[in-house]
């Protein structure tokens, strides 16, 4: 089995042999929750590419214990990135989109406030909601880990997702009418790929003719009609695959 992760925000600079401490709630969480003794393995991350690695050194109370590092890595930023726009979901279903899309290997996740969705973020809720997404990646992130956490962007409106596949590699909108299937549409090696998912209620003919004059195209994934909480997830597996990610 993999060793832990564990999320650090001060390991710029660390060396084989030096000796960092991680306390606080992940540290609390490492001595108490999986309860790591001295010399076993553990991972240290910032979330944004590198990983220290090494074992436990020692155990102090109940949420404090320093590692030995061996090894530092710095994970570069994959390439082509992928991107998926992903339409707010009613209940829990935004965070099952995030927490598979994250496990997949998925770079960056857009939340969109679709014209069909019944979810609406506003205010305090809003703000509540999207830092449920972003804890859920990065717990998602330690769980499959992942050096590299995905980037939870702010909510965009239908107008400023047209913004962002106008300036992909490559954009498509999965949509069950598309004219061609996803896993045989040419994907670039480089750059970015963006992908959107719509709400429960589908995407409105006006935002798909808005993201089809930004270049994005329309592909369908298969025979069935995937929720909008799998669909994203399925989505990035085939890209990830098909452009060697994967590999």
Do not use: N, Y
Request: with cysteine; charged share 25%; hydrophobic share 40%.
């Amino acid at each position: 089995m993999t060793a832990p992760v564990f999320v650090h925000g001060e390991l710029a600079g660390l060396r084989p042999g030096a000796v960092p401490v991680l306390s606080g709630a992940e540290g609390r969480h490492a001595v108490s929750v999986r309860r790591l003794r001295a010399g076993e393995e553990i991972v240290l991350t910032d979330g944004e590419g590198t990983g220290v690695f090494g074992t436990v050194a020692a155990v102090e109370g109940r949420d404090r214990l320093s590692v030995e590092v061996t090894e530092v890595r710095r994970e570069p930023e994959p390439r082509p990135s992928v991107t998926v726009v992903q339409a707010l979901a009613k209940g829990d279903r935004g965070e099952l989109a995030v927490e598979t899309m994250t496990e997949t290997g998925v770079d960056t996740i857009v939340p969109w406030s679709a014209s069909r969705c019944v979810t609406r973020w506003r205010g305090e809720r809003g703000e509540k909601s999207l830092a449920k997404w972003r804890s859920t990646a990065r717990e998602a992130g330690k769980q499959a880990r992942r050096l590299r956490f995905p980037r939870i962007t702010g909510p965009m409106t239908t107008e400023e997702v047209a913004g962002l596949l106008a300036g992909a590699s490559f954009a498509g909108v999965l949509h069950e009418a598309g004219g061609e299937p996803l896993a045989t549409v040419v994907l670039p090696a480089d750059g970015g790929i963006v992908l959107v998912v719509g709400p429960e209620g589908g995407v409105s003919p006006q935002e798909l003719e808005a993201f089809e004059e930004a270049g994005a195209r329309p592909c369908r994934l298969g025979p069935s009609v995937l929720r909008t909480s799998t669909a994203g997830t399925a989505a990035a597996a085939l890209v990830l695959g098909r452009t060697g990610r994967w590999g």
